[in-house]
């Protein structure tokens, strides 16, 4: 191999060894999670995804009630954080001067670089009184006829609406930052078709540039849910840790990622516990990809 081809290949395979690493440490962390939950998955069968019990010491284990609580978790934060996202992408992307947005999105971007324990402690010392004293009460007084907004317990505050506000906070900076990008993207030449037929700007943005974007602002949107339903440490703190399904959104629950963070101090080294609590892992994992390949077959026919 003389120089010049040593030269052209030089880029070639370190960018190929960059991509095969990367690879490689993907595979063997979701190889090393199925591996080590595969014992109690082969003992359990689907009980363990459709039982309620969870027991170490009588060696049975069902999770439906934390994959329940996180499903619940997750949906209220999406409903929380996805109009509000996508409407500030909106405003950034069409609407706000230079000089404003370029205030607004460092700010937007500070969000990603505060630790989850620092939300969580917000959560807990902030609004939890806030919710205690004013908002459950009052969705409760208001709207407690609906069972969604009944309180089971109202002399606290934390519980699902909380626990799920919080999450919307945090993923809100992924979720504006790829829909706008998205939105950015779309050919100016179809605002101005849309223009040149009477539309306004808004009927433009609604008609036409929202449908354009569509799969990028799904996009952001699943990866905001990952983010949710991964969440571990905000979690735990406010979410409640009550194992049982929440009966509305102002109740309590137990979080799949709570459970695994709650229990492995404990059972890390005991191997059929162990292999319980990376069971979860696992399912929650199998979540995720099956959401994002639904996102995908969705987004692919947007």
């Known amino acids: 191999m003389n120089y010049n081809d040593l030269r052209i290949k030089t880029p070639h395979l370190f960018f190929f060894s960059c991509a095969f ?11 090393f999670i199925f591996h080590t939950a595969f014992p109690v998955l082969e003992s359990q069968g689907i009980g363990f995804i459709t039982g309620t019990k969870w027991s170490y010491s009588e060696s049975v ?10 499903l619940v ?7 929380l954080a996805v109009p509000v996202s996508v409407f500030t992408a909106i405003f950034l992307a069409e609407f706000a001067p230079a000089s404003v947005a370029a205030v607004m999105r460092p700010m937007i971007e500070l969000l990603v670089g505060i630790p989850s324990v620092v ?25 407690g006829f609906i069972p969604l907004f009944q ?5 606290s505050g934390t519980g699902v609406l909380l626990a799920s506000t919080i999450l919307a906070v ?3 900076p992924t979720i504006i930052a ?18 040149a037929l009477g539309a306004t700007h808004w009927e433009t943005i609604r008609k036409v540039v929202l449908p354009a974007a569509s799969g990028g602002v799904l996009a952001a949107t699943v990866l905001g849910m990952m983010r949710a339903m991964g969440e571990t440490m905000a979690i735990v703190m406010l979410l409640g840790n009550s194992a049982h399904v929440p009966s509305s959104v102002l109740d309590t629950g137990y979080a799949m990622t709570s459970k695994i963070l709650n229990d492995i101090g404990y059972y890390v080294a005991m191997d059929e516990p162990r292999s319980a609590l990376f069971g979860i ?7 995720e990809i099956i959401f994002v390949g639904v996102a995908r077959k969705i987004g692919g026919r947007l």
Not at 21 to 31: N, S
Not at 151 to 155: G, I, K, Q, V
């Open 21 to 31: 690493t990367t690879a490689f440490i993907t595979i063997f962390f979701i190889a």
């Open 170 to 172: 945090m993923i809100l």
């Open 281 to 287: 892992a696992a399912v929650l994992f199998a979540m």
């Open 61 to 70: 284990y069902g999770i439906r009630i934390f994959i329940i609580g996180t």
């Open 119 to 143: 939300y969580g402690i917000f959560g807990l010392f902030v609004l939890e009184d806030l919710f205690q004293d004013h908002i459950d009460p009052f969705l409760s007084g208001t709207l």
């Open 151 to 155: 309180d089971p317990s109202p002399n």
């Open 73 to 79: 978790m997750t949906g209220v934060t999406l409903l």
């Open 178 to 195: 790829l829909s706008e990008d998205a939105l950015r993207a779309v050919s100016y030449e179809y605002r101005e078709a849309s223009f």
